[in-house]
Nanobody, 116 residues
Framework: QVQLVESGGGLVQAGGSLRLSCAAS????????LGWFRQAPGKEREFVAG??????RTNYADSVKGRFTISRDKNTVYLQMNSLKPEDTAVYYC???????????RGQGTQVTVSS
């Protein structure tokens, strides 16, 4: 049974930093891409960042480039978020899939709130 368990969300002031973690278990992910989506109230789900497990190649949404960094270590995916803005406020979901859309598995989400 595949599990993606997120942690690290919270409340932070604008300009601050948070690091999200996603512990992945239940299968090998060698052929997968793992990463993060987010969804703010009243808005559609938005891709944030992804990392290809086989070669650690990364991809970012334009809105977070230069501020967020995705990385992996063993079976954990991290999202380092710096220079946070109020518009980054959302529930962040860890996701995994066989393609860049990471649609096969999803965690329960962790709330990130950035105050102005």
């Amino acid at each position: 049974q595949v599990q993606l368990v997120e942690s690290g969300g919270g409340l932070v002031q604008a300009g601050g930093s948070l690091r999200l973690s996603c512990a992945a278990s239940g299968r090998t992910f060698n052929s997968y891409t793992l990463g993060w989506f987010r969804q703010a109230p009243g808005k559609e789900r938005e891709f944030v960042a992804g990392i290809r497990w086989s070669d650690s190649r990364t991809n970012y949404a334009d809105s977070v480039k230069g501020r967020f960094t995705i990385s992996r270590d063993k079976n954990t995916v991290y999202l380092q978020m710096n220079s946070l803005k109020p518009e980054d406020t959302a529930v962040y979901y860890c996701s995994a899939g066989l393609s860049a859309n990471m649609s096969r598995y999803r965690g329960q989400g962790t709330q990130v709130t950035v105050s102005s």
